[in-house]
């Protein structure tokens, strides 16, 4: 079976298997699990800041607070709601469990460009499917200018996915192939959903 085959039935399965809203946060945290730079000594854009929401396809949703810190984000793979530096462990349908465990969050304003650079990390990740696991890790960045109010904001989406499928059949196959280290390229729209005040 070709990998595109493989990679579409795993990743329905774990659409299929649905995560649930997370059954409690574990009390783990990380240290420097947030970094933000803005250039120049300037505030960060208020026009961010709220909770934005990919259109199409992509689960995306990433949360900014007024001094430009991401409180939380919504990834792409199982729709999982993360916060920085908090292992997230969920119930999925079906029996199992899924453990999300974020790396660093990095958010770079540029006052000159007018661009944004978010950087998330997920150091690791274990999801329990009827068939097997699926395990790995990902970094995902996004870059955009900002956007004027009431505007969509156009971003650059770049992903750098590593993910292992471990069945009885096959305990070790491993999903993304090795041009993936050069990441994933895609333009998606951010559409602002709530405001924070």
Same mark, same amino acid.
């Given at each position: *079976?070709?990998?595109?085959?493989?990679?579409? $039935?795993? *990743?329905?399965?774990?659409?299929?298997?649905?995560?649930?809203?997370?059954?409690?946060?574990?009390?783990?945290?990380?240290?420097?699990? *947030?970094?933000?730079?803005?250039?120049?000594g300037?505030?960060?854009?208020? &026009?961010?800041?709220?909770?934005?929401?990919?259109?199409?396809? /992509?689960?995306?949703?990433? @949360?900014?607070?007024?001094?430009?810190?991401?409180?939380?984000?919504?990834?792409?793979?199982?729709?999982?709601?993360?916060?920085?530096?908090?292992?997230?462990?969920i119930?999925?349908?079906?029996? +199992?469990?899924? $453990?999300?465990?974020?790396?660093?969050?990095?958010?770079?304003? /540029? /006052?000159?460009?007018?661009?944004?650079?978010?950087?998330?990390?997920?150091?690791?990740?274990?999801?329990?499917?009827?068939?097997? &696991?699926?395990?790995?890790?990902?970094?995902d960045?996004? &870059?955009?200018?900002?956007?004027?109010?009431?505007?969509?904001?156009? &971003?650059?989406? @770049?992903?750098?996915?590593?993910?292992?499928?471990?069945t009885? @059949?096959?305990?070790?196959?491993?999903? @993304?192939?090795?041009?993936?280290?050069? +990441?994933?390229?895609?333009? $998606? /729209?951010?559409?602002?959903?709530?405001?924070?005040?």
């Amino acid at each position: *079976m070709k990998y595109p085959h493989i990679c579409l $039935i795993v *990743m329905l399965l774990l659409t299929l298997s649905g995560c649930q809203p997370a059954a409690h946060q574990l009390k783990q945290t990380k240290e420097n699990a *947030m970094t933000v730079i803005i250039e120049d000594g300037n505030d960060f854009p208020q &026009v961010l800041v709220g909770t934005w929401k990919a259109q199409g396809k /992509s689960d995306w949703e990433l @949360t900014f607070e007024p001094d430009g810190k991401i409180s939380s984000v919504v990834i792409s793979l199982g729709k999982v709601k993360l916060k920085p530096g908090q292992v997230t462990e969920i119930p999925m349908k079906g029996g +199992g469990k899924g $453990i999300f465990e974020p790396g660093e969050f990095l958010v770079h304003y /540029s /006052s000159v460009s007018k661009e944004l650079l978010v950087k998330i990390n997920l150091d690791y990740f274990y999801t329990q499917l009827p068939g097997g &696991v699926l395990e790995g890790k990902s970094t995902d960045v996004f &870059v955009g200018k900002i956007p004027n109010k009431g505007q969509l904001w156009q &971003v650059e989406w @770049t992903s750098f996915p590593h993910y292992i499928a471990r069945t009885k @059949t096959n305990p070790n196959f491993k999903l @993304t192939k090795d041009e993936y280290e050069r +990441g994933l390229l895609k333009t $998606i /729209s951010f559409e602002k959903v709530i405001n924070n005040k």
